[in-house]
């Protein structure tokens, strides 16, 4: 489960930089601005989706040596 939810957020991310900017070779233009979505500093897209996933992938490695008991 650990290895799914990891999975996932990293596609989520790859694929959020991935497929905001289009058409895709906006990301290297300069001149004219090609618009918030093709960088991904300023992106709201990019910016509150690896808000919220890294959120989620903190809180399940932070959740992990919850059940461990010491004898």
Known sequence: MG???LLF???GVALT???SCQPFHHFWQIS???GK???ATISPA???VTLILNIITDLYLLSIPLPVRLP
């Open 37 to 39: 979505l093709c960088q």
């Open 32 to 34: 004219p601005d090609p």
């Open 3 to 5: 290895y799914g939810i």
């Open 9 to 11: 957020t990293y596609l």
């Open 17 to 19: 930089i991935l497929c």
């Open 46 to 48: 990019y910016v509150l």
